[in-house]
């Protein structure tokens, strides 16, 4: 599998699917699919952003689909069942995660942490960390945690998180 594209990662690296139900099947430039990254955005980020700014559904849809030009896209699907996006980007020294938004009804049964756990898995075998970003008052910011993130930067607004490659055993694992 080809990793890095020259404008310094992949564009078209697909996540493998999380057996046995999950797939990402990937999003593309079309209108419908813009649209559904993001209404999964609205849904996933609106508590957490209405109560400090309120939704400005002209800035926010503009922010998202400067977003969605930037980088690579993905619909998590579990069946018939579209539960949400993330972005998966592999640089040369590091893999960039983010636009991981569940739509309520999906949120608090373990998707969550099931999606991470395995997009983690794929960096291990890269041997690459993993960086994203999180407002400060997301409770997502616990998930990151429990899975190794550490904050190594922090604006007004956001928390930088790392999760190092974990070191290698004797065995080699």
């Known amino acids: 599998m080809e990793l ?3 404008t310094g990662y992949h564009t078209k690296m697909d996540i493998p699917e999380l057996g ?18 993001f209404e999964a955005k609205h849904a996933a980020m ?3 952003i209405v109560p400090r700014w309120g939704w400005d559904d002209a800035f926010q849809r503009d922010l998202h689909l400067k977003r969605y030009s930037q980088k690579p896209f993905s619909e998590i699907r579990q069946g018939a069942n579209r539960l949400g996006t993330l972005s ?10 983010g636009e991981f938004y569940l739509f309520p009804k999906f949120q608090r049964q373990g998707i969550g942490s099931r999606v991470l756990k395995h997009c ?6 890269l041997r690459l960390p993993v ?14 945690r429990r899975n190794g993130f550490e ?14 490659v974990p070191k290698r055993t004797p065995s080699g694992n």
Do not use: K
């Open 88 to 97: 998966f980007q592999t640089f040369p020294d590091h893999i960039r995660f």
């Open 131 to 144: 960086r994203l970003e999180h407002l400060h008052w997301n409770p997502v910011g616990a998930l990151y």
């Open 151 to 164: 904050e190594i930067e922090q604006s007004d607004i956001h928390c930088f998180m790392e999760r190092p």
């Open 4 to 6: 890095v594209h020259s």
């Open 46 to 48: 609106g508590p957490h």
């Open 20 to 37: 046995p139900d999950i797939t990402f099947p990937r999003l593309g430039p079309h209108f419908e699919d813009e649209e559904f990254a």
């Open 120 to 125: 983690l898995l794929i960096a291990d075998e």
